[in-house]
């Protein structure tokens, strides 16, 4: 199961990179075009300007300003998709003590088919009390906000003037390794967040090679585009670890406790249905186990005897 959810989160970033080019459409001069880039990415690239010639800021600053104004606007989304996500986990933790004779059951089972049965019964019982072996996964928040991440990543690239223009010194038309580490550390640093409050030692340690996979993407991206689209996600890397800053110490500790009190109000079902689960140890060692007892029972009676 973990190795299913280890798949699909790394099937969906690669999703996420793909929708963030495909988005937004192109013409014949290479130029965005179609409705999000009408919609959205225009009036972004118009706002670059705005700040960029008439308040006299350049274009630098300029896309930090439209990036944070965009990334503000949509950020309740992101909070409410962590907050399922969260929500769920810290559920997960709660109900480990729980499930863990069937967990056990799963680990001592020496055939594939007595591992299934232990495999369905723990999903039934997932299921049983509203828990969803895909952690809390909200899709619909996530695929609002792609339409203005993939209008900004174009906004800050193909904005006229962008090209041409320089930023502390870095030229925004060519790819910075100033910025591309800078976006790196950033996201390391986020990802080493997102680990925060996961309880289970052996997940922790799977999920911490995890934590390379986006600071390496990100890295490997910066040094194929401009600095313009890097100093974008620079921005963005600093918005998403005060979004994690606030999951992890803000909502996370109040949605523990909210988990608490509403399970010890109502307790968990697998609790009542314990003495129900079926024993799916394998045949093999109950055989042993059985003449193991049988052998012991003999021999207490040779020595009675004696």
């Known amino acids: 199961m973990k190795t299913f959810k280890r798949i699909l989160f790394s099937g969906m970033s690669l999703s996420l990179l793909l929708l963030l080019t495909g988005c937004v459409g192109r013409d014949k001069a290479g130029n965005p075009s179609g409705p999000i880039w009408d919609v959205l990415g225009r009036p972004m690239a118009d706002s670059i300007q705005f700040f960029a010639k008439n308040s006299g800021l350049g274009y630098g ?20 998709q962590s907050w399922k996500a969260t929500l769920q986990s810290e559920k997960m933790n709660y109900f480990k003590p729980i499930f863990a004779p069937i967990q056990e059951r799963i680990n001592n089972a020496e055939t594939q088919e007595e591992k299934l049965e232990a495999q369905q019964e723990l999903m039934a019982a997932q299921r049983e009390n509203g828990l969803s072996m895909f952690g809390g996964i909200g899709c619909l928040p996530l695929l609002i906000q792609m339409p203005f991440f993939s209008a900004l990543f174009f906004a800050a690239q193909y904005t006229n003037g962008v090209a041409s223009s320089t930023f502390l010194g870095i030229n925004l038309g060519k790819p910075s390794l100033a910025l591309t580490l800078i976006v790196g550390v950033l996201y390391y640093i986020q990802s080493l967040l ?10 922790k340690a799977q999920m911490k090679s995890a934590t390379y996979m986006s600071p390496i993407m990100i890295v490997v991206f910066s040094f194929m585009s401009p600095a313009a ?78």
């Open 61 to 80: 600053l300029a896309i930090i300003i439209v990036t944070l104004i965009v990334r503000l606007i949509i950020f309740p989304l992101g909070i409410y």
């Open 194 to 203: 997102s680990l925060h409050g996961i309880e289970d030692e052996t997940q």
């Open 229 to 306: 689209v890097t100093l974008y996600w620079v921005v963005g890397g600093f918005i998403q670890i005060i979004q994690q800053f606030i999951i992890n110490y803000l909502l996370r500790p109040r949605i523990r406790k909210q988990v608490a009190e509403e399970y010890e109000k109502n307790p968990p079902k697998a609790m009542s249905n314990a003495g129900r689960i079926k024993d799916v140890t394998p045949k093999a060692s109950q055989a042993i186990s059985q003449n193991n007892k049988k052998k012991k029972n003999r021999n207490a009676g040779k020595q009675r005897s004696r």
